[in-house]
């Protein structure tokens, strides 16, 4: 089963972009990566998904490389309003017995100041 | 609003006591998520059921159970508590059953404080 790594905090101020990496060294074939973002009392919310490459949405890119061993969520030019909690999932699109846990991971607090 | 909803939104109750929390997820989805939130062990995932069959179990703890129910509502059962079950209890939907690449919608939570 994946076990992923993510910075426990990070800083940084409104405009720029931010870059958040999730390390996933034992990613399984056949795991996607999603991230996640949630605010101090609310239930996480979809940011992006991916399986390899880049993919881009109207909030967010996730690049992920050829050894898919780690996936970088980058937030452009980010708000006050960004300041929250990320996370990334990695889980199979598969059943099976390897489908035990879904592996969140720790999470990354991102804080943006003025 | 996710449009998933978990009630009630609070419990506060004492260690031994059994307690049912309920979800019910968005209107067409037909997967149900449980997940532990406390402050030192982070998102934990419990368990997990599509159309009312059990699809993959977690770290959830044989104090707890769970059931999907014919019109897919959810609940949670907690018994014999303990002061470190306190904790954020959320419940996620999605359509399909393949949290690979099925987007989790989460519902608000209920906040169970043991004492």
């Known amino acids: 089963l994946a076990k992923t790594t993510q910075p426990i905090s990070m800083d940084s101020y409104e405009g720029q972009e931010v870059n958040i990496t999730c390390s996933h060294n034992?990613?399984?074939?056949?795991?996607?990566i999603t991230w996640y973002q949630q605010f101090p009392s609310q239930g996480p919310r979809f940011i992006i998904q991916?399986?390899?490459t880049k993919v881009t949405n109207e909030v967010a890119s996730l690049f992920i490389p050829a050894d898919r061993k780690s996936s970088t969520l980058s937030l452009p030019r980010v708000s006050l309003s960004d300041t929250a909690v990320y996370y990334c999932?990695?889980?199979?699109?598969?059943?099976?017995?390897?489908?035990?846990?879904?592996?969140f991971g720790q999470g990354t607090i991102l804080t943006v100041h003025p | 609003d996710s449009g998933v909803t978990q009630t009630p939104k609070h419990l506060i109750t004492a260690t031994g006591q059994r307690v049912t929390l309920r979800c019910s997820p968005r209107?067409?989805?037909?997967?149900v998520y449980w997940y532990q939130q406390s402050l030192d062990q982070g998102l934990q995932f419990l368990i997990q059921?599509?159309?009312?069959?059990?699809?993959a179990k977690g770290n959830i703890l044989e104090r707890f159970s769970a059931q999907q129910f014919p019109d897919l509502h959810s609940e949670l059962n907690l018994s014999s508590l303990e002061l470190g079950d306190s904790a954020l209890y959320f419940c996620?939907?999605?359509?399909?059953?393949?949290?690979?690449?099925?987007?989790?919608?989460f519902g608000p939570g209920t906040r169970l404080t043991v004492l």
């Open positions: 996620a939907s999605s359509v399909g059953g393949l949290a690979g690449t099925d987007t989790q919608y």
């Open positions: 034992n990613i399984a074939t056949n795991d996607y």
């Open positions: 991916g399986y390899k």
């Open positions: 999932l990695v889980a199979p699109n598969a059943g099976g017995t390897s489908y035990g846990k879904l592996t």
């Open positions: 209107s067409g989805d037909l997967s």
């Open positions: 059921y599509y159309n009312g069959e059990e699809r």
